[in-house]
């Protein structure tokens, strides 16, 4: 795991630099800086878009009584998006604008997040009150 880790810190910038470079080479480096800072803040801003979105079905989902679980993971990946989209380079940006489309992430949290199914279990009502069963014991040592 640290070995990948590694991998990916030193390969990815050396791999976002080439494209960099290619980029320049073929359209100009003011276009490439342009671009770069371009695709930063619509990313920026479609992030900020879809995070409200997610936010307010977490909180319907918490007054409603169930457990947002799912929709957390999307705003985990989200986050993760954002942080692709600040970062220099086409590269992050390419997997960043991926992780903006809402059936990605939806298979991408169900296929790697294991769900515990709730079938077989009794919902509790919130109004009762929890069952408590008394009695005594005593420890023979």
Same mark, same amino acid.
């Given at each position: 795991?640290?070995?990948?880790?590694?991998?990916?810190?030193?390969?990815?910038?050396?791999?976002?630099?080439?494209?960099? /470079?290619?980029?320049?080479? =073929? @359209? +100009?480096?003011?276009?490439?800086?342009?671009?770069? /800072?371009? %695709? =930063?803040?619509? +990313?920026? #801003?479609?992030?900020?878009?879809?995070?409200?979105?997610?936010?307010?079905?977490v909180r319907r989902m918490i007054d409603e009584g169930e457990v947002p679980a799912l929709e957390v993971m999307d705003g985990a990946l989200l986050l993760v998006a954002g942080l692709f989209l600040l970062l220099p380079g086409f590269l992050t940006d390419s997997?960043?604008?991926?992780?903006? @489309? *809402?059936?990605?992430?939806? #298979?991408?949290?169900?296929? $790697? /997040? *294991?769900?515990?199914?709730?079938?077989? $279990? *009794?919902?509790?009502? *919130?109004?009762? %009150?929890?069952?408590? @069963?008394?009695?005594? $014991?005593?420890?023979?040592?």
């Amino acid at each position: 795991m640290v070995i990948i880790f590694i991998l990916l810190l030193i390969g990815l910038p050396l791999i976002e630099i080439y494209f960099l /470079i290619e980029v320049g080479s =073929a @359209i +100009g480096a003011f276009p490439t800086i342009v671009l770069t /800072i371009l %695709t =930063a803040i619509i +990313g920026t #801003w479609l992030v900020r878009r879809q995070g409200f979105s997610v936010l307010m079905r977490v909180r319907r989902m918490i007054d409603e009584g169930e457990v947002p679980a799912l929709e957390v993971m999307d705003g985990a990946l989200l986050l993760v998006a954002g942080l692709f989209l600040l970062l220099p380079g086409f590269l992050t940006d390419s997997v960043g604008f991926l992780l903006l @489309i *809402p059936p990605l992430r939806r #298979w991408l949290v169900r296929r $790697y /997040i *294991p769900v515990v199914p709730t079938q077989g $279990y *009794p919902a509790r009502n *919130p109004d009762q %009150t929890p069952r408590v @069963i008394e009695g005594e $014991y005593r420890r023979d040592d």
